[in-house]
């Protein structure tokens, strides 16, 4: 049997989520067909389309992961993965960095904790990050961060405080936003986390000079991460990751 998979975003035509896909599928012998679908309009009508005509399972990215959740869900402000044929959604985000946090030792649970950026995949991070000290948030849209403050009883404003971890959700830093960075304080032996790949941010957030202090990690174990749970919840089997992880960190 051939499954159709693939991902739904606009401009993703870097998309490594083919590859990604195709190696978990050698891992079970299953015959997969991942595309990447770049639609520059409304997408429901694509997925709706895409189901009718036996899609199995589809990834949302950017920029459609809050308009496909308004869309598809209640409770979600933002999902990445839509399973069973079209009848559910996830967003897997939050668990694949939770992770590969878990498998790089980022002692997470007990670090006081930064958010910078409010889009998709910092809003399935936010509803799924828990630790025993504090989380920030902050972003370029005031708003934003008081909406989402606001709806919480766990995060809070930042201020200037003291950090352990910086997780970076922004996928461009103009030069506003990099003095921001400048100013905010991480202990020592801190970490920075970037979930994006590929992408500028990795080079410019890495050459800050505080940076140079701190463990800097790419969004490339996320990716692979947040993957393997959409794997799981298409075909109830969850793959291998680490050999994937070093495939890919050798491409990038």
């Known amino acids: 049997m051939l499954y159709r998979l693939g991902v739904l975003g606009k401009d993703i035509g870097y998309s490594l989520s083919p590859k990604i896909h195709q190696e978990f599928a050698k891992q079970f012998n299953y015959s997969v067909e ?12 694509f997925i709706h389309d895409f189901f009718e005509k036996d899609g199995f399972g589809l990834n949302i990215t950017k920029p459609y992961k809050h308009r496909v959740a308004s869309e598809f869900s209640s409770n979600l402000a933002s999902i990445n993965c ?68 606001n709806k919480s009883n766990t995060l809070q404003k930042y201020k200037g405080e003291r950090v352990d971890l910086i997780i970076n959700c922004a996928s461009s830093l103009d030069l506003n936003t990099i003095n921001r960075f400048e100013h905010f304080l991480i202990s020592k032996d801190g970490f920075i986390y970037d979930i994006n790949y590929k992408n500028d941010t990795n080079s410019t957030l890495e050459a800050l000079s505080f940076s140079k202090k701190t463990n800097f990690h790419n969004g490339i174990g996320m990716l692979v991460e947040q993957a393997a749970e959409c794997f799981r919840l298409w075909f109830d089997k969850k793959p291998n990751v680490e050999e994937v992880k070093g495939l890919l960190d050798e491409r990038v």
């Open 82 to 149: 839509i399973y069973e044929k079209g009848l559910k959604v996830s967003s897997t985000d939050g668990v694949g960095l939770l992770n590969d946090m878990q498998s790089k030792n980022i002692d997470y649970e007990n670090m006081d904790i930064l958010v910078y950026g409010l889009g998709g995949a910092a809003h399935s991070i936010l509803e799924t990050i828990k630790t025993r000290k504090k989380i920030f948030v902050n972003s370029r849209n005031e708003k934003k961060s008081e909406d989402i403050i």
């Open 34 to 45: 991942y595309s990447i679908y770049d639609v520059d309009k409304d997408p429901i009508h």
